[in-house]
């Protein structure tokens, strides 16, 4: 029973240790940011890195995402003789819920896990520490690109998947379940409001990008230098992105709508 | 071997630094002097790199003190260390290239960190930098298609691209084929003389480091138990020394890990 105890608290311990030194971390990280102003190739080519080669995924989620949305929320409208609403109800969904979720649960499989496996790596093979020893900061030359690149990366994403979601839904909508056309899209605008729908997802992106870049490299840079240790690494990214990013969504959604 | 405080480079004292329970230096005195090849030798696991570590202000000791140029390592601030790594080059024993660059890439990245030089300047002088190590042709290929030996001949160019006054070696020998080895040994004794630098090698390759090395400084147990030149050391009395240099599997270093004995093993209570 002791045992169970002393374990539990060396189990918290060992997790607000984490959580200090990956503050600690961060405001490294943040310090470096100004700098990136002076070479903005840095962050491009992170944006690349982690944006443009997570289009695709985004895209074809995205797409299926709002195709299914469309079949399941019909068969529940058409109960109320709601079915011409279906336009509103795919984009609330996306917009407020569904796009900045998915796409930071996607963003943190793909990009986050490589993101870690990459840091970690090169703390493997000593590169970050040849950086240092070359006078080449790694916190300015490696994390905070890739941080701040994560950060705009995501409502990026967010938005074309929200964007291919209504376009999926649309298609599905209009040529597969008879929904008109014109209602589909005049009452989706008379009833999506800018600031408290559209705006508060952008602002839900950008917190879960922030969050989501932050866990990658941070795993990544305190991974054990070993094979065994970049693998724990990626998987804590992959786990601690998505639990963060489920509970931050209750927190925010309670916060914005609640 | 003594010198004035003017030929001194890297004056370690009373340097104690622990990982742990585990001590792995319990006072260690040492001067590295200016223009000379230095090395630190000792079996794996004395914490020889460590302590290139501790004199490149990657690690902080728990007591003692690493001056280098007659300044406190461990007593600069962030921008006065990072002034002073521009001077220093480090090897390091898997070459640490970066792998998504070029070899050309990987020498040219510290001037285009730390030097604004057009383009056609920084290409001469990295192109001048593989030539000395023999690479100039291999400047488009990955660090990937290198061979050992050429990784590290890359990352020595990589080292001294910045004209630095000292290079920190860490194990350059360790795996190499004898033709590596030997160009590597060459490499590390000309580049010395000809830039006017000082090396520090950490090695555990009697041969090859009693070959180019102005003085050698032996660990044991977390201190230097013996110092001076190749030759004085060949002819040392220690038996610890005489173990090392003639690579004896038993003596003071034993060749068994510390453990209970086999009899209590094999035929004691069983977990």
């Known amino acids: 029973m002791m045992g169970l105890f002393a374990g539990l608290g060396r189990r918290t311990i060992d997790s607000f240790g984490r959580l200090g030194r990956g503050t600690m971390f961060l405001l490294r990280a943040l310090a470096g940011m100004p700098g990136l102003l002076l070479r903005p190739g840095l962050v491009m080519q992170q944006l690349y890195a982690i944006g443009v080669l997570s289009l695709l995924i985004i895209m074809v989620s995205g797409t299926f995402v709002g195709m299914v949305l469309a079949l399941q929320g019909y ?89 291919l979601g209504i376009m999926g839904a649309h298609v599905v909508s209009t040529a597969a379940l008879g929904v008109d056309d014109g209602a589909f899209w005049s009452q989706m605008q008379a009833a999506v409001d800018f600031r408290e729908d559209v705006m508060n997802g952008v602002i839900k992106s950008l917190v879960f990008g922030f969050v989501a870049s932050w866990i990658a490299v941070y795993e990544g840079y305190d991974a054990v230098p070993t094979s065994e240790g970049v693998s724990r690494a990626t998987t804590r990214t992959v786990v601690h992105t998505s639990l963060a990013v489920l509970g931050l969504d209750f927190v925010l959604t309670a916060v914005m709508f609640g | 071997m003594n010198g004035t405080s003017g030929d001194i480079l890297v004056d370690v004292r009373g340097l104690c630094f622990s990982r742990g329970e585990r001590v792995i230096f319990d006072g260690v005195d040492l001067q590295i002097r200016r223009g000379q090849v230095s090395a630190i030798m000792g079996p794996s696991g004395t914490g020889k790199t460590t302590l290139l570590r501790l004199i490149g202000g990657q690690l902080r000791p728990d007591a003692g003190t690493v001056h280098v140029e007659g300044r406190d390592v461990h007593a600069m601030s962030h921008r006065e260390l990072y002034a002073l790594r521009r001077r220093m080059g480090m090897l390091f024993q898997s070459g640490a290239l970066f792998t998504h660059q070029s070899v050309f890439e990987n020498v040219a990245f ?159 209570p069983r977990p």
């Open chain 1, 75 to 163: 068969n529940t409208l058409v109960t109320f003789g709601a079915e011409q609403s279906l336009g509103v109800l795919v984009a609330l969904s996306l917009l407020r819920e569904l796009g900045p979720v998915v796409t930071a649960l996607l963003f943190g499989g793909r990009a986050g896990s490589a993101l870690t496996a990459e840091i970690g790596l090169m703390k493997t093979t000593e590169q970050l520490s040849s950086m240092e020893m070359m006078a080449v900061d790694p916190m300015r030359r490696i994390i905070a690109p890739r941080l701040l690149a994560g950060f705009l990366a995501m409502p990026l994403l967010a938005a074309i998947f929200s964007f």
């Open chain 2, 110 to 268: 510290p001037l285009r960190e730390h030097a604004d030089l057009p383009e056609p300047v920084l290409r001469d002088l990295v192109l001048m930098k593989l030539e000395a190590v023999g690479l100039r042709g291999a400047r488009d290929m990955m660090p990937g298609e290198l061979s050992g030996g050429m990784a590290r001949r890359v990352a020595l160019a990589r080292a001294v691209v910045l004209d630095p006054m000292m290079i920190l070696y860490d194990e350059p020998f360790a795996g190499q084929d004898p033709i590596s080895m030997g160009t590597l040994v060459s490499l590390i004794r000309l580049m010395n003389d000809t830039l006017s630098l000082s090396s520090v090698i950490v090695s555990h390759d009697v041969v090859e480091t009693s070959q180019i090395a102005d003085e050698v400084f032996v660990l044991s147990e977390g201190r230097v138990v013996e110092s001076g030149s190749p030759a004085e050391l060949a002819q040392s009395e220690s038996a610890w020394v005489q173990q090392f240099f003639n690579a004896l599997p038993d003596g003071p270093v034993p060749f068994h890990y510390p453990a209970p004995s086999l009899g209590d093993d094999l035929l004691g």
